[in-house]
């Protein structure tokens, strides 16, 4: 079962939405475009809810950071 773990929001007409995960973002789909074996999926983010206040881990440039909610990278 995919939400067999965690404790999810699921109200009727929306994305299920992990509740004590750091951030959630609602969006909604703009297009969709097909690449080979891909989906491109653009999208329009129409809310954010901030969760639990810890730290996240986040990777680019090829490396791991851990950024908090006040925004200073670690």
């Given at each position: ?16 939405a992990l509740l004590d995960?750091?951030?959630?973002f609602l969006c909604r789909?703009e297009s969709i475009t ?41």
């Open positions: 079962e995919r939400f067999g773990h965690g404790i999810w929001d699921e109200a009727p007409g929306e994305a299920p995960s750091i951030v959630n789909v097909e690449s080979s074996t891909h989906s491109i999926v653009i999208a329009r983010v129409v809310d954010v809810h901030m969760g639990c206040g810890e730290a996240a881990l986040l990777y680019g440039a090829r490396q791991y950071r851990s950024v908090s909610l006040s925004g200073s990278p670690s």
